[in-house]
């Protein structure tokens, strides 16, 4: 269990999935190159993330995810796994370079195939697919045309966003245009923490713009192939942003300015309400990258909107940060327990920013499509995975959300991250956030113990919080 103070005294002291009510939607996530493996396979093209891993210093260790969980050859026992954990809503993601090898142009049928088959096999075992169309991994090819910085992707994305939709959309019914466009464009074009490797501010602004646009566009690329039925989203990372010294007029600033760029900059464009440029001003940048009639084709009516949170951040006003001038200030000098990633344990956060994502006037529906964390575990003498830490905090973020449920927010499912431990992009296979443990040598599948709690929950146990906890 986590220590009392991670339990909010506002957290229900016991509470159900009844509490949730019957219409409230339980699941799992993955993404595609995080667990398929299969790189080369098929006919499938190589992504960004295939060159990305390797070159040198990139990745912990030089893993890749050439194999990863080799989900490609292995989802019908991942699938029988969801079902074991009475799982019945599974989230992945679809490999842009699986379906079209060059970006654009002539389709592999065998990635289409492949889709079709995890989507009938979800359906025999009664779970309803929800597909991510872009979880970060851009065909290669259109990288070298310039990627998310041309604008020209708008269009090659809203191209390949018709053929998934005319291919499967008979049988999926839940959508998800982009997933955490934030960390995309920020890690991969500004920090060089990501594919496809650029620091370049010009680049972050171009890429930024234009996933915006795609974000959109995408909805309606959607929306003009798929049944009435459908129902199309799209996802946000974002933390509960608080300033290192509150009261404090720079750090009040700068964490106004982060909250800016980390959790609004691609939320208020979708909601119609433009850039956030007052907030910050660097922003105001992005001129240079809109084109006549752009700025009214970045809002679109998405039926609902998938929120992902992990940790908060502590924001302070950074001298030696241009532009922003704000820096997040990490969990080890707070000297506050953290994850393996090094991410502050803080449940709370996701219950403040549904709350924030909610307020907004012409907010949809929302869902929780990410929640989870990484703690070491590993596969005991008895066979069994205990990770008390991460059950302790999955029940507690369950409890944020039934908290900010209660208060009004329409919030109407939760995603747990993730169905198995998989490649942790620039940290390899060290941080494991599966519900179940994959050894990478073997590809054996346990059950962790925080799994078995989670079918439990779902099928009815109640959850209990420590008796007098609070902060």
């Known amino acids: ?19 949730f009510g019957p219409d409230f939607r339980w699941g799992v996530a993955a993404a595609a190159y995080q667990t398929e493996g299969a790189w080369d396979q098929d006919g499938k093209g190589p992504s960004i993330w295939d060159e990305f891993v390797r070159r040198r210093g990139k990745i912990k260790r030089g893993e890749t995810g050439e194999v990863a969980t080799d989900f490609y050859h292995r989802w019908p026992r991942d699938l029988a796994a969801a079902n074991q954990m009475g799982i019945d809503n599974f989230r992945f993601s679809v490999a842009w370079s699986r379906i079209l090898p060059q970006g654009t142009g002539g389709i592999n049928q065998k990635g289409i195939d492949f889709y ?127 300033p290192w010294r ?22 208020e464009p979708a909601l119609g309400l433009g850039y956030p440029v007052a907030d ?29 949170n992990y940790t908060r951040e502590v924001v302070r006003h950074a001298w030696y940060v241009p532009l922003l001038w704000a820096a997040l200030v990490g969990a080890g000098r707070r000297g506050t327990p953290a994850t393996d990633m090094g991410w502050e344990v803080y449940p709370e956060s996701i219950y403040h920013l ?61 995603f747990a991250w993730s169905l198995t431990d998989n490649f942790e992009w620039a940290e390899g296979y060290a941080p494991r956030f599966g519900l179940v443990h994959v050894d990478y040598e073997t590809q054996q599948r346990t059950i962790k113990e925080s799994g078995h709690w989670y079918g ?9 919080f420590a008796a007098g906890a609070g902060r």
């Open 354 to 414: 549904l709350k924030k994502v909610s307020a907004y006037p012409n907010a949809p529906q929302l869902l929780v499509t990410e929640n989870g964390a990484a703690f070491p575990d590993h596969v005991n003498a008895r066979g069994q995975v205990p990770d008390p830490a991460r059950q302790a905090f999955l029940q507690a973020c369950i409890g944020q959300v039934l908290r900010a449920r209660r208060e009004g927010v329409r919030v109407d499912g939760y």
């Open 280 to 308: 910050a001003p660097v922003l105001g940048w992005l001129d240079r990258y809109i084109r006549p009639g752009d700025e009214a084709r970045l809002p679109f009516d998405f039926d609902f909107l998938g929120v992902q």
């Open 1 to 19: 269990m986590l220590p009392p103070a991670f339990y909010p005294a506002s957290t229900p002291p016991l509470f159900s999935r009844a509490d």
């Open 116 to 242: 079709s088959r995890l989507v009938d096999g979800c359906l025999e075992r009664g779970i309803t697919p929800w597909l991510t169309l872009y979880h970060w991994d851009l065909p290669a090819a259109l990288q070298r045309r310039g990627g998310w910085a041309n604008p020209g992707i708008v269009g090659w994305f809203s191209d390949y966003a018709q053929h998934v939709a005319a291919a499967l959309g008979d049988r999926v019914q839940h959508w998800m245009v982009l997933n955490e466009p934030m960390a995309f464009t920020g890690a991969g074009h500004l920090l060089g923490l990501h594919a496809p490797g650029r620091r370049s501010l010009g680049a972050f602004l171009a890429a930024t713009h234009h996933a915006a646009l795609a974000q959109a566009e995408g909805g309606r690329a959607l929306r003009a192939v798929l049944p009435a039925t459908a129902r199309i989203g799209t996802t946000f990372s974002g933390a509960h942003l608080t």
């Open 246 to 267: 509150p009261g404090h007029a720079r750090d009040e600033q700068a964490t106004r300015r982060a909250d800016a760029l980390l959790n609004r900059l691609f939320l």
């Open 456 to 464: 439990r929950f779902l099928a009815g146990e109640m959850v209990a």
